[in-house]
């Protein structure tokens, strides 16, 4: 009964440092997404993965990096970490992208602080 | 481009309370609209959806009405309790499974 499981659950990083954020679904989802979460703005969506082999750019995907390992995993970069990106990072999955009613299913969360 | 609002938090309400949490939203065309709800330290869930003007998404006690005419989407439950403190957030899919989040309501239910 995982759904969709982010490692690691919080992590503190020093200015120019640089991590990556894993994520897993088990629900043999086709699309996968990274949002960010800030006090005040809701989620805002940074890529996303229509299907495996595919990423396209979010809302805000600038100092970001992904990569959609296989049908399973999409990972998060942050290749030069900046105060700016202190946050906390969703990933999702849903069945198809291209059926607007699919519900997407959320992981934890990654709570992710840049000194 | 597509934008949600929401009213602004924290609402606070004392259990057996009434409900109403408004969200309106900037589209164009008529994309299907979500409730999902936050519990602390987790992530969201879907609560609720409408993928047409006038359907109507339950779950829960909680119920929410696709309004065209209104572009609003705003979500009810006739009597919170305590299990009910969260942070709602209202979407909209735009586009290509792509969802835009209001900024989020805190709801706390007292005792």
């Known amino acids: 009964n995982a759904g969709v499981t982010q490692t690691p659950k919080f992590q503190v990083l020093k200015t120019g440092q640089s991590m990556t954020l894993q994520c897993a679904q088990d629900m043999n989802h086709n699309s996968m997404y990274w949002y960010r979460q800030d006090p005040g703005m809701g989620l805002r969506l940074i890529y996303y993965?229509?299907?495996?082999?595919?990423?396209d750019k979010g809302e805000v995907p600038n100092g970001y990096n992904v990569s959609r390992l296989n049908k399973r995993e999409f990972s998060l970069r942050l290749e030069s970490a900046a105060p700016s990106q202190t946050s906390v990072y969703f990933c999702?999955?849903?069945?198809?992208?291209?059926?607007?009613?699919?519900?997407?299913?959320f992981g934890d969360g990654t709570r992710l602080s840049i000194l | 481009g597509n934008s949600v609002t929401q009213m602004e938090g924290p609402v606070t309400l004392s259990e057996e309370a009434f409900l109403t949490i408004n969200c309106t939203y900037t589209?164009?065309?008529?994309?299907?609209l979500f409730w999902y709800v936050q519990y602390p330290g987790e992530g969201l869930q879907l609560l609720l959806k409408?993928?047409?003007?006038?359907d109507k998404g339950s779950n829960k006690g909680f119920e929410a009405t696709y309004r065209k005419e209104t572009t609003s989407f705003h979500l009810e439950k006739g009597s919170v309790q305590v299990s009910d403190s969260a942070v709602y957030f209202c979407a909209l899919d735009n586009q290509g499974g792509k969802l835009i989040f209001g900024q989020g309501t805190e709801l706390s239910v007292k005792p």
């Open positions: 409408a993928t047409k003007a006038d």
């Open positions: 999702a999955s849903s069945g198809d992208s291209y059926r607007s009613n699919q519900p997407q299913h």
């Open positions: 993965s229509a299907s495996e082999g595919t990423t």
């Open positions: 589209a164009t065309g008529y994309p299907s």
